[in-house]
């Protein structure tokens, strides 16, 4: 289970500005709805969840709807490297509130919570670690694909300024 790794302070102070490479702003993500110490409700915590779970979900689309094999242009391959780095920053910022719905949700079941709740509560907590660690698993892997692209054509650009010069010694 994800630990937050934020502080509250640090949560109140993400930015809101979106990122273009990446529809999905921080603003989105109910982390203001977590500062603090109040205890939730168990249906005011499903709602947040249900906030992250689909800010995960479009986060995991757009992973899914990346496709960088097939580019020969280095330039565009670097610009969708610059890119994905900035929302691999945009994830790393999200996981606080990652972290913080499921320690809001442990609060949540050591208080007397029903016991349909509880087994709810578990369940969803579940759900949320899945995704959120399918989520992460997506991007590092889209990072390596786009790093090791990125590395292939300059080797390729490389070789043909070899060639090149070669031919202009002769």
């Known amino acids: 289970i994800l630990e937050p790794h934020l502080t509250t302070d640090e949560l109140s102070s993400l930015p809101s500005t979106p990122d273009p490479a990446f529809s999905c702003s921080p603003s989105k993500t109910p982390i203001r709805a977590l500062v603090g110490d109040q205890?939730?409700?168990?249906?005011?915590?499903?709602?947040?969840?249900?906030?992250?779970?689909?800010?995960?979900?479009?986060?995991?689309?757009?992973?899914?709807?990346?496709?960088?094999?097939?580019?020969?242009?280095?330039?565009?391959?670097?610009?969708?490297?610059?890119?994905h780095e900035d929302f691999m920053l945009e994830l790393k910022s999200h996981q606080g509130a990652v972290g913080e719905v499921l320690s809001q949700g442990r609060k949540l079941a050591t208080t007397n919570t029903h016991p349909d709740q509880l087994e709810d509560l578990r369940l969803q907590m579940k759900v949320l670690n899945e995704r959120w660690e399918k989520v992460r698993e997506l991007a590092?892997?889209?990072?390596?694909?786009?790093?090791?692209?990125?590395?292939?054509?300059?080797?390729?650009?490389?070789?043909?300024?070899?060639?090149?010069?070669?031919?202009?010694?002769?």
Request: glycine share 2%; proline share 1%; hydrophobic share 45%.
């Open 140 to 170: 590092m892997n889209k990072q390596t694909e786009l790093h090791q692209l990125v590395m292939k054509l300059q080797l390729e650009q490389m070789t043909e300024l070899r060639r090149w010069m070669t031919a202009a010694e002769d």
């Open 39 to 83: 205890a939730l409700s168990f249906p005011a915590w499903a709602n947040i969840l249900e906030e992250v779970l689909s800010w995960l979900l479009e986060a995991e689309d757009h992973l899914l709807s990346l496709h960088s094999l097939g580019q020969k242009h280095l330039e565009t391959v670097k610009t969708r490297f610059y890119n």
